[in-house]
């Protein structure tokens, strides 16, 4: 019992770390007259993966730990890739490996220290993943998001409600993306939640025309 008992206090104890590590770092959605958002910000800056079908955003507490999430989700990618078709690799799938990579993590017991990143994974049909620290995740499909701002990261609850509020009022009157819109969105939210570090990325309609393939504008 004693030893069970221990297990568990190192485990709340490693869970709590991460939460502590990632607790300023974050990646948002929302969406604004159909056209998507994705703002990061934090310690480090973002990686990203993408597909013919899907794009993945890698937030985390230090550049190391973000090369290592993209590391996995490169590895998931190739192994499938090697056995199927790229066009069959959709959110779906890479959720699936992810969520149960990072249970693994989490739950090593010969590694004390727990992987201090997280994912957001949208397709090209608007579906919208987020990959926790623990292994948990969530799911939206397109008619879900509107007028919702999705938060992943971002554990410090007081500067979640500071990112929700400033992503809220930097975007609301944004009709339609320009260079000049989304520099001052990002200038706003710099000033708002006291960071350089800020992204904004556009993700395009989805159309018949580009439904293979997901389109990001990275400014």
């Not at 730990?65 to 590391?71: F, H, L």
């Amino acid at each position: 019992m004693t030893k069970i008992l221990s297990l568990l206090r190192d485990f709340e104890m490693k869970k709590a770390d991460v939460k502590r590590r990632l607790a300023k770092n974050f990646a948002c959605f929302t969406r604004v007259g159909g056209v998507g958002y994705i703002i990061t910000g934090g310690d480090e800056d973002f990686l990203m993966f993408q597909s013919i079908n899907c794009v993945v955003m890698i937030i985390g507490h230090s550049s190391g730990e973000i090369q290592e999430g993209q590391r996995i989700v490169k590895t998931i990618a190739s192994r499938f890739a090697a056995l199927f078709s790229e066009r069959d690799l959709h959110s779906a799938i890479l959720g699936e490996y992810l969520t149960q990579y990072m249970k693994y993590d989490l739950e090593d017991k010969d590694n004390s220290r727990g992987l201090a990143v997280e994912f957001m994974i949208v397709d090209f049909l608007g579906r919208l993943t987020m990959i926790y620290f623990t292994g948990n995740s969530h799911s939206f499909n397109e008619s879900d998001i509107d007028g919702k701002i999705l938060v992943t990261g971002c554990y410090d609850q007081q500067y979640r409600r500071r990112v929700t509020s400033s992503v809220s009022k930097s975007f609301s009157s944004i009709k339609k993306p320009s260079k000049a819109r989304l520099e001052k969105a990002q200038k706003s939210l710099k000033e708002d939640l006291g960071t350089e570090q800020i992204s904004i990325l556009v993700l395009e309609p989805v159309t018949t025309s580009n439904k293979s393939s997901a389109e990001i504008d990275v400014n």
